[in-house]
């Protein structure tokens, strides 16, 4: 008697050109809970709900996983093999595909078979067998997250490297997904399947974007050329328990760092990538800027901040007018350097958001 056709199909199913009716779904049963599959027909989708469990009793089938556009290859498993036991005893959804490489035939057990076995066995033994399922998630759990934390160094290495080969930041860098994967192996022993989670965890903290060449490949992209190295100096700093100034300055002299740059681009002058800029001529940018006569609340307590935390370099200078003499204050600073400051600082809350918590989000 034909099974009845599934009321669901995955996304990754429908991707594959596998409809409810088409090769794909199974297509047989024999006994009850016998179920036979032809070549190319998925067991299960990952992604999908889990209710069954399966033990190949002919043929073999392969177990996939999705990486980007494509399907990777975990393993080929043959006749006694046993498969979807997690998602079976715990309800989790599939973590992988199975699809039969050829004529396949395979015993289903589904929560109501199982239940009924559950109900012969002791209830201690029925509990001790959700506890091992449970910690077995717990620790798959865990290995996932050591793989991004340790992965998360390579991977930025490899990114900032390949910024600075590519030399103009002004221009939109786009990197191919197999290249970054391929160095990540060579260089680090970090498998594909390890990378690519790095670098969808990545994306989710919105240090890279992953996108698709309008020739259909997978691509990096960046929201900022400069992030994945700043993200690696801060990573740095951390591992070394050092304080970067940035981090402690309040959001008013941050707000006060923009400003300089700002006067600094208009008023100041250079030389190379050094700035000079009138004290004087600051405070009388930033009223003009307010159109007020007054300056910003807290002015002289944020430029004192950032001189201290020597974030602006400050030097004295004696000034001669016809009737008398002052001194004022002169602002040193890189601007590249300074730049780089305000971008760390305005990343640093999301730099410090451990790489494999929030990406379990």
Not at 243 to 264: D, F, H, T, Y
Not at 332 to 355: A, P
Request: proline share 4%; charged share 25%; aromatic share 6%.
């Amino acid at each position: 008697m034909p099974l009845p056709a599934p009321k669901q199909v995955s996304k990754i199913g429908q991707r594959m050109g596998k409809k409810p009716g088409q090769p794909g779904l199974p297509s047989t049963a024999a006994p009850s809970n016998e179920r036979s599959y032809k070549a190319g027909d998925f067991l299960f989708m990952e992604g999908d709900s889990g209710r069954e469990m399966f033990i190949i009793k002919k043929g073999n089938l392969k177990v996939l996983k999705q990486e980007g556009p494509k399907m990777v290859e975990l393993a080929t498993l043959g006749a006694g093999s046993v498969l979807g036991e997690m998602s079976l005893l715990d309800n989790a959804a599939r973590s992988a595909t199975a699809r039969a490489q050829d004529e396949v035939t395979a015993v289903v057990i589904d929560e109501k078979m199982l239940d009924a076995v559950l109900d012969k066995v002791p209830v201690w033994l029925s509990s001790v067998i959700k506890i091992v399922v449970q910690r077995l998630r717990e620790t798959t759990q865990r290995k996932r997250m050591d793989i991004l934390r340790n992965g998360v160094v390579p991977v930025l290495r490899i990114l900032a490297c390949e910024i600075k080969v590519a030399g103009d930041k002004s221009k939109e860098l786009s990197l191919a997904i197999e290249k970054v994967q391929e160095a990540a192996l060579a260089l680090f022993g970090l498998s594909t399947l390890d990378s690519q989670a790095v670098l969808e965890a990545l994306d989710f903290k919105h240090v890279i974007k992953l996108a698709y060449s309008a020739k259909g490949n997978q691509v990096i992209t960046f929201t900022d050329p400069d992030i994945p190295e700043l993200y690696l100096d801060c990573l740095f700093a951390k591992w070394k328990s050092l304080k970067r100034p940035v981090e402690e300055i309040s959001p008013g002299a941050a707000n006060m760092l923009s400003l300089v740059l700002e006067a600094g681009a208009e008023k100041g002058r250079r030389q190379q990538t050094m700035v000079q800029l009138d004290a004087k001529q600051f405070e009388l940018y930033l009223q003009k800027k307010e159109e007020g006569a007054k300056l910003p609340p807290n002015f002289h307590d944020y430029m004192d901040e950032l001189v201290e935390k020597k974030i602006l370099n400050s030097d004295s200078k004696d000034v001669k007018t016809a009737n008398s003499t002052y001194t004022n204050q002169i602002l040193n600073y890189d601007e590249v350097g300074l730049r780089k400051s305000l971008k760390e600082y305005l990343w640093t809350e999301i730099f410090s958001l451990d790489i494999a918590e929030i990406s379990a989000v």
